[in-house]
C-alpha cells in the first residue's frame, strides 16, 4: 500500500476535473483511493478558502460548500493537523521555503510516510535532496 497525499492544487485539479493533472498522477491517486489510502492535509481547506478569498482561484459554488462536498467523497481522507506535525514543520531538514502551507503539507507527508503528488517545483527539488517522496502532478 502507498500512502498518498495530494498538495492542495493536486487536490483542485482532481476535483474540478483539471486537464492540468497527468496520467500518472490520476493512476497513483486511482490506486490510493482503492486502498483506502488517499489523503488531505487539514490545511488544505484553508488554502483553498484563502485562494477563493484572493480571487486566485474561482469556484463553481460557495468555498464552504465545495470544500464540504469534495470531504464527503468517497476514497479522501482528512489528516488533521496534529501538534507534533505542527512542530514537525518548524523543524524540517534541508533547504526548503517559508510557505507555512506548504511545510504543513511536506511535514504532513512525512509524517505519513506518503508520496505527495505535487506540480510545486519547490517541492519536487526538495524531495531530490531525499527529504520527501513525491509524484509530479501535471502532465
Known amino acids: 500500500m502507498s500512502v498518498t497525499l495530494l498538495d492542495t492544487h493536486a487536490l483542485v485539479w482532481l476535483l474540478v476535473g483539471s486537464n492540468r493533472l497527468g496520467k500518472g498522477a490520476r493512476g497513483a491517486i486511482q490506486q490510493a483511493v482503492a486502498e483506502d489510502a488517499l489523503y488531505i492535509s487539514a490545511i488544505s481547506p484553508w488554502e483553498i478558502s484563502m485562494l477563493v478569498s484572493k480571487e486566485r482561484l474561482v469556484l463553481d ?9 469534495a470531504l464527503a467523497l ?8 496534529s501538534p507534533q506535525v505542527a512542530v ?3 523543524r524540517l531538514p534541508g533547504d526548503i521555503h517559508s510557505d507555512p502551507a506548504d511545510r504543513i503539507i511536506v511535514a504532513t507527508a512525512r509524517h505519513l510516510g506518503a508520496i505527495l503528488v505535487t ?8 524531495s531530490l535532496a531525499g527529504h520527501l517522496r513525491t509524484l509530479k502532478a501535471g502532465v
Open 61 to 69: 459554488r460557495d468555498v464552504g460548500e465545495w470544500v464540504h462536498e
Open 88 to 90: 514537525a514543520s518548524t
Open 119 to 126: 506540480e510545486d517545483r519547490l517541492l519536487l527539488d526538495y
Open 74 to 81: 468517497p476514497g479522501i481522507r482528512l489528516e488533521p493537523l
